[in-house]
Each structure stands twice: as C-alpha cells, then as structure tokens.
C-alpha cells in the first residue's frame, strides 16, 4: 500500500510575492497577518513589496525576525508567544528553511495545547492549526511542501518534527526572490534539493512510485540548472529551475523519507553550525559509495534517465562532479572540524533512527566513522 500526501495549492509565478494581497486571498479571515522570516532576509528588502501591497489592501502585519539558521526551540516559543499575542489569523513564513520550518511549529503551537516537546517524532504534532502560507527565498529544503520541521534544541541537537497538520495551506514559488543569492549558498542549498531526491527514490521503506517520478523530474531540473545558476545568478530561467527542482524533491521526500546521508549530515549543522545543504554536499559521495551495494540499481536508474550514464557509479561520478563545478568545499577541515570530533559526531548520526531505518544499507558506527574520516 503506498499513499501521498502534499500541499494542495502551489502558485507559480516570478515576481509573484510582491503581489502578497492576492495571493493570501481567502486564507485570513481577521485581516491579521503574522509574517515569520530572518534578519537577513529583511534586509535584503526581499518582503517590503508584498508587505506594502498587504497593508494597502487593509491587512494588519506583525513581523517576527528573530529566527536564525537551524531555529533553537527557544526562538520559536517566543515566535509563537508573540504569534498568539498579535492574535493572528494567517501565518507567513518568508525565507529559507529556517523560517519556513519555524513557522510551521509557530502555526501549530498558537492555536493548540501542545508542549513542544510532546511534537518531537513523527505523527505526534495534531491540529488544528493556523493557517499557513510559505514563500521560499533559497531553492532547496523544499520545506514549503513537507510535514517536516527541524529544530534545534539544547545546545547542539537537531530534531524532526513530522506530521502531516505541518502542511502548508498555500506556497508560493518566486524565483525572482532567490536572484541575490549568493554562489556559495545557492550550490549547497541546490546539492542538498538533489539529495532529498537521491535519498527519496533510495528510501526503502516508503519508496513509492509518485516520490520516484517527482525525484527523477527534480534531478533533470535541478541537475541542468545548478551550474548555470552558480555561474549566473540572475539567470531566471535556471533559477525557475531550481526553485521548481527543489519543490518536486520535497514532495517526493514528504513520502518517501530521506535517510543516512541526512542522519550522517545534523552532526555537522548541530554541533558546528555548517549550513545544512552544505554537510549534506560534505558527507553526500561517500554515503552513496558506502550505500551502493544494495544501492547500485537505484543509483543506475537515475544516471540512466539523467543521461550521464548505465550504473550507479555514473551517478556517483555525476554528484563529484557537480559539486567540483559549483566550488563546494570538500573536506571537514574546510568547515574546521577537526579530526577528534568524528567520535562524537558517529555517536550523535546513530540516534537519528528516523532517517537510518530509510538507508539502503545499514549504518553502523564503525561504517560512519569510515565515512567522515574518508572526508577529513
Ligand atoms: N522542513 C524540511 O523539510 C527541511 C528539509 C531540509 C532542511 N531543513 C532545514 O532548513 C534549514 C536550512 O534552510 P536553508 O538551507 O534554506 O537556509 P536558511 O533558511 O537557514 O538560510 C541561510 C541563510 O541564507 C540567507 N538567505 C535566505 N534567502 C536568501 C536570499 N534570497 N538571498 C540571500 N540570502 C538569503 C538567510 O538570511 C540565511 O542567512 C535547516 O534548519 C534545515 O535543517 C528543513
Ligand atoms: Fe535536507
């Protein structure tokens, strides 16, 4: 038995989020809008059209900017606080997948008596919700389009949050938002787009024939557009690309989950703050190597239909090359995580069962600690 699930509505259009007034229509029945983005995104001025366009058609804005990369669970209780207090009736979560997951626990926790930590794994998170609207200005967590957030809690520990009440309402794709974004940020955030396809059509528990389509769709798109993208930003063409790419790869791991490569890249964002798209590029070609006995017909399926070859070495070759074209580091000590850390970061990949139950071939410990000394 296989099922899907997905956001029901996503518009398309460039240019789009400076329209924000139509494209929230029939979602905030009290006129109150709470917008969840980061400082960084504000400064860029990438939401003033849309917010001016709101507040001209008579919509009330709160803006929450506090959240930061990988959200600590503590920003989003305050987001939420502040969320419940402006008494909104629509939530807009305007970024990349840090604001867009806050918003999605945000949404949850201002309208529900859950604690937070009673939504920590998977199915645990139950409605209702506030309404919920997501704009992505980065081409890669496709978080727009899963029930997934990932926050950070404590000091140092990523956790999922994955139910289905974390849809989003309604997404809107501009890829006018993601021309400013910088070479380095769009090759690791467009890897990891690629990744969650890779690991979606290898995840061997819910593997099924709609993530299967929708991931090898996301790799031709995203596969042509990577490197035209790194190498001109303003390209709108292959920016569409992307943003699309990384959309149809979070359908397909919304349902055919991701797995070690994921499990094997939070250690790195957790304890050392790398970006998330860029652990996964770090950790993505020997994870894949090490998977590819049970992996190799999957592996090959992709090259074929990517045209870059019969077997699943061609896909693997095909990722190093990539990240070679779009200049994404290639070592621990690039990101300054020396070799002592391994130890602790194999412990901590080991408690990520959510994703390590979807690898191909099983994860031990000695197997990671092979994997991140390979990358050293
Ligand atoms: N929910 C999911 O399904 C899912 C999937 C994968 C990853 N994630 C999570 O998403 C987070 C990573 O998201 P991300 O990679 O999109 O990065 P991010 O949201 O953390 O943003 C990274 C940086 O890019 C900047 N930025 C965003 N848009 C920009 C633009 N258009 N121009 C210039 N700068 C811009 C931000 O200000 C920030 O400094 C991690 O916490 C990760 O765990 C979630
Ligand atoms: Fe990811």
């Given at each position: 038995m296989h099922s899907f699930q997905t956001v029901a509505d996503i518009r398309i259009e460039p240019g789009g989020a400076a329209k924000l007034d139509a494209y929230v229509d029939g979602l905030c029945a009290n006129k109150r809008i709470a917008v969840i983005t980061d400082k960084g995104v504000r400064a860029l001025g990438l939401i003033d059209a849309g917010i001016a366009a709101l507040e001209e058609a008579g919509y009330q804005i709160m803006v929450f900017d506090d959240v930061v990369a990988d959200p600590p669970e503590g920003i989003v209780l305050q987001g939420a606080a502040a969320v419940k207090a402006f008494q909104a009736g629509l939530v807009i979560g305007f970024g990349g997948g840090s604001p867009m997951d806050t918003a999605k626990v945000i949404a949850h926790l201002a309208s529900s008596d859950q604690k937070i930590h009673e939504l920590y794994g998977v199915g645990l998170a139950k409605g209702p919700t506030l309404p919920l609207m997501?704009?992505?200005?980065?081409?890669?967590?496709?978080?727009?389009?899963?029930?997934?957030?990932?926050?950070?809690?404590?000091?140092?520990?990523?956790?999922?949050?994955?139910?289905?009440?974390?849809?989003?309402?309604?997404?809107?794709?501009?890829?006018?938002?993601?021309?400013?974004?910088?070479?380095?940020?769009?090759?690791?955030?467009?890897?990891?787009?690629?990744?969650?396809?890779?690991?979606?059509?290898?995840?061997?528990?819910?593997?099924?024939?709609?993530?299967?389509?929708?991931?090898?769709?996301?790799?031709?798109?995203?596969?042509?557009?990577?490197?035209?993208?790194?190498?001109?930003?303003?390209?709108?063409?292959?920016?569409?690309?992307?943003?699309?790419?990384?959309?149809?790869?979070?359908?397909?791991?919304?349902?055919?989950?991701?797995?070690?490569?994921?499990?094997?890249?939070?250690?790195?964002?957790?304890?050392?703050?790398?970006?998330?798209?860029?652990?996964?590029?770090?950790?993505?070609?020997?994870?894949?190597?090490?998977?590819?006995?049970?992996?190799?017909?999957?592996?090959?399926?992709?090259?074929?239909?990517?045209?870059?070859?019969?077997?699943?070495?061609?896909?693997?070759?095909?990722?190093?090359?990539l990240k070679e074209a779009t200049d994404v580091p290639k070592t621990l000590s690039a990101v300054n995580i020396a070799a002592e850390a391994i130890p602790m970061m194999a412990k901590d990949a080991m408690t990520k069962d959510r994703l390590l139950v979807n690898n191909a071939r099983e994860l031990t410990y000695a197997a990671t600690l092979d994997i991140y000394e390979a990358i050293l």
């Open positions: 997501l704009v992505p200005t980065t081409a890669g967590t496709g978080s727009e389009v899963t029930n997934v957030a990932i926050l950070t809690t404590g000091e140092t520990e990523k956790k999922g949050i994955v139910a289905d009440s974390l849809y989003a309402d309604r997404v809107l794709l501009d890829a006018q938002l993601t021309i400013g974004l910088p070479k380095s940020i769009t090759a690791s955030t467009g890897i990891d787009a690629m990744v969650h396809a890779i690991e979606a059509y290898t995840s061997i528990i819910e593997k099924n024939p709609i993530s299967d389509a929708l991931a090898l769709a996301a790799l031709r798109k995203l596969r042509r557009a990577i490197v035209a993208a790194c190498g001109d930003g303003a390209d709108m063409d292959a920016r569409n690309d992307m943003l699309i790419g990384a959309m149809l790869a979070g359908q397909a791991f919304s349902n055919a989950p991701c797995a070690g490569v994921h499990a094997l890249a939070y250690p790195l964002g957790g304890f050392f703050h790398v970006p998330h798209g860029l652990s996964n590029a770090l950790v993505l070609t020997e994870v894949m190597k090490y998977n590819q006995p049970k992996a190799d017909h999957w592996y090959g399926e992709i090259a074929r239909d990517l045209g870059v070859g019969g077997n699943g070495s061609a896909l693997i070759d095909e990722m190093l090359r």
